[in-house]
């Protein structure tokens, strides 16, 4: 079982920057490729961001690439999304998730292949 809690939400204008954090605890946390989805007001959950265990692969939806950056830390159970040059388009709760992987490279992209999910947390992009 692995337990996530998001952090690093909140309102910023039309171009400024977050990042945000998810902390891991429970078991081995290198052992999970993670990922970052988003869910608007009215729309479907879709995907972000995807980081494999290892953190050597990465993917990224065709909305954000170029401007949010997904990393982790092994060492402190943590996963980062940084995102930049945000837009009113990026308003949405955020939400980190993980799935047990055996291979250092892999990473997901769909929602139905992760097993844990955090609560989320907003993020409001001003125009």
């Known amino acids: 079982q692995v337990q996530l809690v998001e952090s690093g939400g909140g309102l910023v204008q039309a171009g400024g920057s977050l990042r945000l954090s998810c902390a891991a605890s429970?078991?081995?946390?290198?052992?999970?490729?993670m990922g970052w989805f988003r869910q608007a007001p009215g729309k479907e959950r879709e995907f972000v961001a995807a980081?494999?265990?290892?953190?050597?692969?990465?993917y990224y939806a065709d909305s954000v690439k170029g401007r949010f950056t997904i990393s982790r830390d092994n060492a402190k159970n943590t996963v980062y999304l940084q995102m930049n040059s945000l837009k009113p388009e990026d308003t949405a709760v955020y939400y980190c998730?993980?799935?047990?992987?055996?291979?250092?490279?892999?990473?997901?992209?769909?929602?139905?292949?992760?097993?844990?999910w955090g609560q989320g947390t907003q993020v409001t992009v001003s125009s």
């Open positions: 998730a993980a799935r047990g992987v055996r291979n250092g490279n892999t990473y997901y992209t769909s929602k139905g292949s992760y097993d844990y």
């Open positions: 429970g078991r081995t946390f290198s052992s999970y490729a």
């Open positions: 980081i494999s265990w290892s953190g050597g692969s990465t």
